[in-house]
Every structure is written in structure tokens, then in C-alpha cells.
């Protein structure tokens, strides 16, 4: 499947405070996935010993390395024999979960209309979870808890609407980094439209290039350390939207 060595990734934070706004949106269409893994993505049996975790934020890696070709679009269209990935933030965390994590993700509730949860309903989900471990899945209250292969999401404010932009969902690359203060830099893995800090989406000619990929994203955090505003890359103010994040447990350990 995926190597299970973590990439080593650029611990350099930029000293500037600048960002970028991107959210998931929910046009219509129907999803094709064609071809199967590379080397085989294996589906994992939730109950099983071992880190589920570790599995999935791997899986979420394996795809940012397999990529060869990625366009940000809400008409889901994967090919795993071309690295092709062609999907919005909620298409490619609900990938990931459907190869590795498959009963975690049918937990998350999601429209008829829909093929998977959008951004919206995973922050909705992961708000309305314990903090103690409860089928599978826990809150995470702190973001200086979260840990690789943690869920972050967050929605936007007014009515939700099948044509509106929703939020946005990401997967922790590695433990948040403290800048000053109380701020914080979270590298994640995710599918985007604008660029991050550090963006893996940014070739050597400088061109963003939107799609899977990974990045920075910083994040204010509260006086007990909870995200209250994200600053999602170079060029922008930060944004307070209501914030949560989830950790997929083993169903042994819950």
C-alpha cells in the first residue's frame, strides 16, 4: 500500500501573517472513480489492532504522492492508474475514509442528493461528538492536541444551499507548530482551490496549481487553545468560522 515512513515535511513557518479563503462548495453531478489503487489501497477492518489513525493519514499521503495530474472541481472524477484526482476538500477526505476507514465514514451524515458528506456536515458531525471516544470517533477540543490523521472542517455562515460553498475539510499532516502567541500552523493534506503556506500545489515556476496537495494553514486559538480563525494562506485576513476537530478511533478503543 503506502509507505509507512511520514514524509519529512518543511518545519519553516513564514514570519508574515497573510492567507487565503477557499470553501467547499455543492454543485450537482455524479462521481466516477475509475481504475483501483496503486499497490492495492487496503480497506481496514476498524476492529483491528494498530494504529487506524496512522493508516489513514497515510493513505491521505499515498494520494498527495500519487498524484500526477489533480483539478479542484465538485464533480468527483479519481483514476488511481493515471494519478488522476480531480476533486473538491470533501470529495477527498470521504476517499480517503472510504479506502481505510469505510464504517467511520458512513457515520458522518450526508444528503440524499450527494454522494458524500460536504464540508458542512463533517464540521457538523465532528462539533456534535464527545470528548471521550464514543463509536469511533472523538472530539478533539485543543488544536495543539491534534495529531496526523485528525479531521479539521468548518462551515460557513447562512443558509445552506445546494449551489452554496459550504466550508471546508482538511487531514493533519503533522502536530501543530506554535508561531507566537496564540497562534498556530497547521500542515494538512486536503484538496483546495487557493494556496496554502508552504504548498506543495506551488511548482518551482511559482504557478498555483489547485487540487490535492498539501500546505500550511494558520489558525488563532482562544485562551484554553480552542481554533476561533483560520488564515488559509499568503494574501488574506483571517476568517472566524465556527471550527471543530475529529479523530477517527478503532471501534475496540472506543
Not at 493508516?55 to 492508474?81: F, G, L, M, P
Not at 494519478?83 to 467511520?104: E, I, M, P
Not at 460536504?118 to 469511533?136: D, E, I, P, Q, T
Request: charged letters at 25%.
Amino acid at each position: 500500500m503506502v509507505s509507512t515512513r511520514r514524509t519529512e515535511l518543511n518545519s519553516n513557518r513564514r514570519d508574515f501573517l497573510r492567507g487565503g479563503l477557499f470553501t467547499d462548495a455543492g454543485a450537482s453531478g455524479v462521481p466516477r472513480v475509475a481504475g483501483t489503487p496503486l499497490n492495492g489501497a487496503v480497506v481496514v477492518d476498524a476492529d483491528e489492532d494498530g494504529s487506524l489513525r496512522g493508516r489513514v493519514s497515510d493513505e491521505a499521503e499515498r494520494i498527495v504522492r500519487n498524484t500526477r495530474h489533480t483539478k479542484y472541481q465538485h464533480k468527483q472524477y479519481i483514476d488511481e492508474t493515471t494519478g488522476t484526482y480531480d476533486v473538491d476538500c470533501s470529495d477527498y477526505v470521504s476517499y480517503v475514509l472510504k479506502q481505510v476507514a469505510k464504517r467511520h465514514l458512513d457515520l458522518i451524515p450526508k444528503e440524499d442528493w450527494w454522494p458524500v458528506p460536504r464540508a458542512y456536515k463533517y464540521y457538523r458531525f465532528l462539533h456534535g461528538l464527545s470528548m471521550v471516544a464514543v463509536s469511533g470517533w472523538q472530539q478533539i477540543e485543543r488544536l495543539g492536541d491534534a495529531q496526523r490523521g485528525d479531521i479539521i472542517a468548518w462551515e460557513l455562515p447562512g443558509t445552506i444551499k445546494k449551489t452554496r460553498d459550504t466550508g471546508h475539510v482538511v487531514m493533519v499532516a503533522e502536530i501543530p507548530s506554535l508561531l507566537d502567541g496564540q497562534l498556530m500552523a497547521v500542515r494538512v493534506f486536503d484538496s483546495a482551490a487557493l494556496p496554502h503556506y508552504d504548498d506543495s500545489r506551488i511548482p518551482s515556476g511559482g504557478v498555483y496549481r489547485d487540487g490535492v496537495g498539501s500546505g500550511t494553514i494558520h489558525f488563532r486559538v482562544n485562551a484554553v487553545g480552542q481554533p476561533t480563525a483560520f488564515q488559509f494562506g499568503p494574501g488574506d485576513r483571517f476568517h472566524e468560522y465556527p471550527i471543530a476537530i475529529g479523530r477517527i478511533k478503532s471501534f475496540s478503543e472506543s
